[in-house]
T-cell receptor
């Protein structure tokens, strides 16, 4: 079956550092891929998505590229801010099944 | 835009009590789902519905019931609360269950404590 594996946290960085959160997936078809963000005390909200190979999703300075050859969808940001502190979830969905979430990665940004 | 509305935001129950967590969405989404979020466990799917009158079990359905009498509402019932049900519960909705229209919209969550 489909599955998502993302790096375990917490990840702690200083402000303005470069961020990478790794996400790999297993799927039999051609899934859509998502990154969700959960700020403290809130529900998840969509950060970005990509629906086919080589697509790049981007939002709020975050980017992720759908790499079918490596089955990956790593989240990156060039310069993080304290306000980026949150939990980040990688997810996938194909037309035959429900959306599946990774376990989440907690990110702490130090001023 | 209301989106997905969950009530209550916080609840404390005694073991054995029952209660209903409410979820309503105003986006005319067919697919709705309930998750629980526990430390280190990510999100686990409890029940889901692909449309009014249709529900099905997710990964952790025991101790919970759902119904979907309208497109808008998808309440989650705890039949006899147990301390193991202490968690944060999220309701979500989307246009479709899977594929590129499965972008999920989440409620703010209900933090439930069972003592």
């Amino acid at each position: 079956g489909n599955s998502v594996t993302q790096m375990e946290g917490p990840v702690t960085l200083s402000e303005e550092a470069f961020l990478t959160i790794n996400c790999t997936y297993t799927a039999t078809g051609y899934p859509s891929l998502f990154w969700y963000v959960q700020y403290p005390g809130e529900g998840l909200q969509l950060l970005l998505k990509a629906t086919k190979a080589d697509d790049k999703g981007s939002n709020k300075g975050f980017e992720a590229t759908y790499r079918k050859e490596t089955t990956s969808f790593h989240l990156e940001k060039g310069s993080v801010q304290v306000s980026d502190s949150a939990v980040y979830f990688c997810a996938l969905s194909d037309s035959r099944d429900k959306i599946i979430f990774g376990k989440g990665t907690r990110l702490h940004i130090l001023p | 835009n209301a989106g997905v509305t969950q009530t209550p935001k916080f609840q404390v129950l005694k073991t054995g009590q029952s209660m209903t967590l409410q979820c309503a969405q105003d986006m005319n989404h067919e697919y709705m789902s309930w998750y629980r979020q526990d430390p280190g466990m990510g999100l686990r799917l409890i029940h889901y519905s692909v449309g009014a009158g249709i529900t099905d079990q997710g990964e952790v359905p025991n101790g919970y019931n759902v119904s979907r009498s309208t497109t808008e509402d998808f309440p989650l019932r705890l039949l006899s609360a147990a301390p193991s049900q202490t968690s944060v519960y999220f309701c979500a909705s989307s246009v479709a269950a899977g594929g590129d229209r499965s972008e999920a919209f989440f409620g703010q969550g209900t933090r439930l404590t069972v003592v």
